[in-house]
């Protein structure tokens, strides 16, 4: 399905939310849970955590929905509302953060498993060094694979301010990967 049509797709799927469809928002939240659900859990290194933002993602989104406006991609707004209700989560948390223990798949052998996962946890515990609106930019661009026209309608920036916080944010990323932040 083209860019367009998903566009179309979910244009229609809104408006029949907004006349109280359940069975449209139900489509609209099986489309882009996994999408949301990675993007909270990229953000604040949690599963748990991830899953409660989801949830208050969808439920902030249909509470709202009479406010979307349909010359925006639902994407991209879905997206805003879940790095801002990720942002609110971490705010309020401050200073509670810890990293999702959960073990990736054993089937690969334990020597693999082991590095992988050590891996993660260190791209995980560099992410969360960063501050929050450098972290939203890698992780928009890198693990949710938006284009920087699709961050800057995301964050609400100019494509050239993603650019920016981007090459920072990779450059402190890296630093952090190599132990010298």
Not at 4 to 11: I, L, N
Not at 55 to 79: C, D, G, H, M, V
Not at 118 to 145: G, T, Y
Not at 149 to 162: H, R, S, Y
Request: charged fraction near 30%; proline fraction near 2%; charge should be negative.
């Amino acid at each position: 399905m083209g860019k367009e049509q998903e566009k179309a797709r979910d244009g229609q799927l809104v408006l029949r939310g907004q006349q109280g469809d359940r069975q449209a928002l139900g489509e609209l939240v099986d489309h882009y849970h996994g999408a949301v659900f990675r993007l909270a859990f990229r953000m604040l290194g949690s599963r748990e955590d991830a899953a409660d933002v989801t949830q208050s993602t969808f439920l902030s989104a249909f509470e709202n929905l009479q406010s979307y406006r349909p010359e925006y991609k639902f994407f991209s707004w879905i997206y805003r509302i879940g790095v801002n209700e990720a942002l609110d989560f971490r705010r309020r948390r401050q200073g509670t953060e810890y990293l999702d223990e959960s073990l990736p798949d054993q089937s690969a052998g334990p020597e693999l498993v082991a590095r992988h996962g050590e891996l993660r946890k260190e791209i995980q515990a560099a992410l969360m060094q960063l501050n929050d609106d450098q972290r939203a930019v890698i992780v928009l661009r890198h693990f949710s694979e938006c284009s920087y026209g699709e961050i800057g309608e995301i964050l609400a920036l100019p494509e050239k301010t993603v650019k920016s916080r981007l090459f920072e944010a990779r450059r402190q990323l890296k630093g952090s990967l190599q132990g010298e932040v």
